[in-house]
């Protein structure tokens, strides 16, 4: 089996015989300039892009990894301790914005499992080199490591870091390994982002259809709450229900004729729902004339996200506001 490090050195050099006459000083400089410290914890099988809670042939409900180690110097049997990965919840692809809990406090980075070199014990089949898997499941990561997460988008992104420690106590990570090692042989992506579609519980939108109304002009507000768990493996949400409270200047007038039959309250502001089975989604439509005295007044209106007796993961706060201002 081909010693990765060696035979770009190799190429490298053979580059240089053709391309240089005096081929011992151009050997002498590549050994010279070639920094081989660093380690590479190369990935051999990335998880799939986008998972789910529920799985299927398309989409899996699990992050799996396969991954071998190798040290810089070209040897086939890599001192090391042992590799760690840490896991973090963003709410955006940019990495942006971490996940944040019932209670508003972002969910940071924590340590998630710690794989010694021992059970390393396997060779790759490609590189015959020391190799070791992982793999979660995102059930597991939903109802009990972040079990009180309240993620900001239905798709968030799970970031992987991983952490490969030397015995010599060195550390290598996304931070320091792409300075020391590079080039397709040496590609190391110790940090992976993968979308979670979390697919359970119950999404809330509101609209108004105006967001510049005129004194006394009529708006229509419209209220929904869909279930999103899946047809087939999905749970019905029971007693659903929300708050939506017009604000001042704002006067409620009455149901859509469509939807006189729902249970909304306009004293207190609640829509009383029931029971949402999954894909469902429930509407609410009524009218309500602006009476603010003053032209420029900003009205906004924010609703609450509806509540079932289960809990609901997926909290869109983009669409629970909206802001008005009164025209003359």
Known sequence: MK???KTLLIILVAFGITSCEDSDLQIDQLYDNVDTSGSVLRIIDYPADLVNLTGGEIVPNT??????????????????????????????QDLVF???????????????????????AELSVINGLPQSNYNTE????????????????????VVNRFELEMNDGRVWTDSNAG???????????????????????????????EDEP?????????????????????????????NALLPSGVTFGYLD??????????????????????TVNKKLIFYATVDAADVG????????????????????????????????
């Open 3 to 5: 010693n990765i490090f």
């Open 63 to 92: 992050i799996d990894f396969l991954f071998e180690v190798q040290q810089g110097d070209g040897s086939m049997t890599p001192d090391f301790k042992e590799v760690r990965i840490y896991l973090t919840p963003y709410d955006d």
């Open 98 to 120: 971490l996940t944040v809990d019932v209670d508003g406090n972002e969910i940071g980075e924590s340590l998630y499992k710690t794989i010694p070199a021992s059970e390393f």
């Open 138 to 157: 995102t059930r597991f990561l939903l109802d009990d490591y972040w079990a009180t997460a309240v993620f900001g988008k239905a798709n968030p992104i």
């Open 179 to 209: 300075a020391t090692l590079s080039g397709p042989y040496f590609e190391s992506p110790f940090l992976t982002r993968t979308i979670f579609k979390v697919n359970e519980g119950i999404q809330t939108k509101m609209k108004v259809d």
């Open 214 to 242: 005129e004194v006394g002009e009529e708006l229509k507000f419209t209220l929904e709450v869909k279930n999103v768990g899946d047809e087939e493996l999905g749970f019905t949400v029971t007693n659903v229900s929300m």
């Open 257 to 278: 004729e469509d939807y006189e039959e729902e249970d909304y309250n306009p004293v207190t502001g609640v829509w009383t729902i029931g029971d949402i089975d999954p």
């Open 297 to 328: 007044t900003n009205i906004t209106y924010t609703v609450e996200e509806a509540i079932g007796d289960q809990r609901n993961p997926v909290v869109d706060h983009d669409k629970l506001t909206v802001t008005m201002i009164v025209q003359e």
